[in-house]
Structures are given as C-alpha cells and as structure tokens.
C-alpha cells in the first residue's frame, strides 16, 4: 500500500475510534456534536464500500472510479486518456477530469466547513487561532460568478523529456493527460479578502489545503500550499463550489477549492481551508524547491517561480492507434496556452515534413482550450507521427524542443504522436 493509501486507511480508523468513543460517551467537547459524529458515520460508511468496491485498485487515495480505459493511474494520481475524451463537448465531464493529488483525498463535510483567514495583510492582524471565519453558507450567500478554465499540472508532458529528448527528469511521467477543462462556480477571492478587511499593506496571499501533510523524503512539509501575489489573488481567482453545475467532487477540492485560471496547477489549491494574507512575502516548500525550474538553462537557486502555464497540444487519439490506409479519418484535438486564446494550429501526418491548418471549433477564449480538426486519408501502410503545433496570441508558437529542467516541468514541444497504418 502506498503512503497515501496508508494515510486514508488511517484517517478512516480514526473516524472509527471517534465513533466508538462518542457512542460510549467519552468524546471530548471539542468540537465533536452528534452531528458531526454522524458525518463522519457517512464517510466511514463511503470509504468502507469504496474500498470493497474497488478491491483490485492498488491505491484508494482516490474516491470515484478510474475505468482503465478512461484513466492511467500514475501513484496517488489519475491522468485522463485522450481518446476517453473524444466526443464529450467543449468541458471534460466531472467523471473522466484527471486527479492530481500530494496525499489521499479527504472526505470533507461542507456543513463542518470553515474558511479560516488571519495575518498581518489584513486589518486588526487576526491570528491563526483567532482567525476571521467564513462557512460554506456564507460563501454561497456571495455574489457568484462563473468561469471556464483549464486547470493543469505543471508536470503535464514530462515523460516527453525522456521520450523524445532523451533528458532523465524528476516526478510523475504524465504523458499530456493531466489537464481538464470545466465550468466553475463560485465567489471571487477578492469579495471575500475585502469582507475580511484586506489592508492596504497586504503583498501575499496563501491559500492552504485540508488534506493530510505531505511527507518527501522523509520530512513532513505540512499541508499544501502556495503563495499568491496580491495581484493575482484580486483579480480572476475564485473560491469555486461548483463544477460544471455540480457540487465539486471530493476529487477535486469538495466543498471548496481555489481556481486560478492559467496558471500552474498546485496555485489551484484543493480542499481549501486556510488563507494567510501577508504584508510581506510568503514562502513554502511550493515555491521554493518545487515549481521553480533547475538546470543548465537557469541560474542555481533557479528560476521565479512558476505562475503562467505553458503551451501545448494533443489528439484525441490513442497513442499507437492503427489506422487503415485509402480511408478517409478526421484527426481530432485540442490546443491551450496559459499566455491567451489558441488562435492557430498546424498539424503534420507524416512526421514534421509537410504542414496544414487544422479548422478550429471553438471560438479562441484565454484560460481554456481549442478543439480543432483536420482530415486525413492516408495513402501508404506503415507507422508514422502525427504532430500538432499551436499558436497562440501572444505570439508563442509550440517548439520542436522544450527547454530543459530537472523537474521536468512545463513541457511545451511539439509531441510525436506515433500511430499505425494498415
């Protein structure tokens, strides 16, 4: 079993204890009523079936189904098959999003839910312990606003630095499957930082995740979390409950997660319980060893960190896929940058050597993809690559080779796309 696997395992014995001890009366009164007792009932009672429901899954850090043919599951992580998306409309179904997960997911009750904000950003300096609390109720009670955006691994494309570059990198070896689009609902991080009485003084923004510490090498660096500029945090960020018209699953953040649009996924922090808003800068280990680049290209202590997501393309097609020769097939795919709207893609059958424009089906929006199209008959048996290069429109076009790191993030080469025809 794997460490997450573990950490699930012993959040759901705890639950138990508690149960047995509030049953027999002996619970403290700490927090603990009846009703919360009879929460974590339900939860037990969920992760219980779940995990008889799944027996032959080798990890349960994970809560709704991951069908083979939909997912490849990569450790605590889940990532999206691209021909599982062929057909579903513009949004990627709640159902087939990829999961990206430091630890287990939490079983969370929205009722229980406390939205906790302290420090010296704000006015009055609340403290951890006497922080200024919003429930979930109270932030339904907001004036909300709807957004369409990607939410995307700063992995996403890392074994490709392998595969196709021949570089050895560090992390989970997602092939382009860590990324999704959906429909978000919620309430803008800037209402909620003024009712809070953002101050004037205010530099940085970190929101903090209610899912266990996450241990590396050893070491626990505590919840996740990840500073945001003021900036940022008060202009497209959203406090998001809803996705695609649902309540959003456990999977991904339920009962509330932070929404940054276009930017590296961690800064979309999941399951979001805490925000420290700072008069000067913040620091965790989500900024400072992980997502910054390292390597020749870039200076020791690396780069900035990262914020704006990448460029990049996929075919809604199976890797290796066969295809017959003298019939007529439409290549279908979609392109994204984190820098604006998808104006333009380019797409090669026969491995870089001659190009055409793919029609695109979508009208070109910042922060979400493009789908796009091209026919394709082909004429000889044998394998070949298919290729896709977008352009976007602040004028970045996908390379043929992505700058090198050792944590192989933000891949942005043009992808060999290997299939088979017969």
């Known amino acids: 079993m794997s460490a997450a696997g573990s950490s699930a395992h012993q959040e759901i014995a705890y639950d138990r ?121 109270d ?30 990198v560090n992390g989970t070896a997602w092939t382009l499957g860590a ?48 500073p945001l500029p003021l900036a940022k945090a008060l202009d497209d960020v959203l406090l998001a409950y809803e996705m695609n018209g649902e309540p959003l699953p456990y999977d991904h953040g339920h009962p509330v997660r932070v929404l940054v649009p276009s930017w590296v996924g961690i800064s979309s922090i999941k399951w979001v319980g805490g925000i420290e808003v700072s008069a000067q800068p913040l620091y965790s280990p989500w900024n400072t060893t992980f997502y910054r680049l390292f390597g020749p290209a870039y200076p020791q202590e690396g780069s900035v960190p990262l914020t704006r997501q990448t460029i990049k393309s996929a075919f809604e097609l199976a890797s290796g896929a066969t295809l017959l020769a003298g019939e007529s097939h439409v290549l279908h795919g979609r392109s994204w940058s984190g820098a604006g709207a998808v104006s333009r893609v380019d797409v090669s059958t026969d491995g ?50 992505a700058i090198s790191n050792t944590q192989g993030y933000l891949f942005d080469a043009v992808v060999r796309h290997p299939v088979n025809v017969l």
């Open 179 to 226: 990324v999704g689009v959906a429909r978000w609902r919620g309430v803008r991080l800037a209402d909620l930082l003024h009712r809070a009485g953002l101050s004037p003084y205010a530099v940085d923004v970190q929101p903090q995740g209610l899912d266990a510490e996450y241990v590396s090498g050893g070491e626990s660096l505590g919840r996740v979390r990840r």
């Open 139 to 168: 932030l339904r009670a907001l004036p909300a606003v709807t957004r369409t955006a990607f939410v995307e691994c700063a992995g996403n494309g890392r074994s490709y630095y392998t595969t196709q570059q021949g570089e050895t």
């Open 17 to 137: 204890r508690r149960l047995r001890q509030w049953l027999a009366g002996e619970a403290r009164a700490d927090g603990v009523t009846r009703r919360r007792m009879l929460t974590l009932l339900a939860a037990t009672a969920t992760a219980t079936a779940l995990s008889v429901r799944n027996p032959a899954r080798a990890d349960t850090s994970i809560v709704k189904p991951l069908p083979p043919e939909s997912f490849i599951q990569r450790g605590t992580n889940a990532e999206t098959r691209w021909e599982a998306l062929r057909g579903t409309g513009h949004n990627t179904p709640n159902a087939l999003f990829f999961v990206r997960n430091h630890t287990a997911t939490p079983v969370l009750d929205a009722a229980g839910w406390r939205l906790r904000l302290w420090g010296d950003g704000l006015r009055g300096t609340p403290s951890e312990d006497k922080p200024v609390e919003f429930g979930y109720d």
């Open 352 to 401: 870089g050597t001659n190009w055409r424009r793919a029609s695109l089906h979508d009208r070109p929006r910042s922060a979400t993809w493009t789908r796009w199209s091209v026919p394709w008959t082909p004429c000889a048996p044998g394998p070949t690559h298919l290729l896709a290069r977008a352009t976007d429109t602040a004028g970045r076009t996908q390379p043929d080779k």
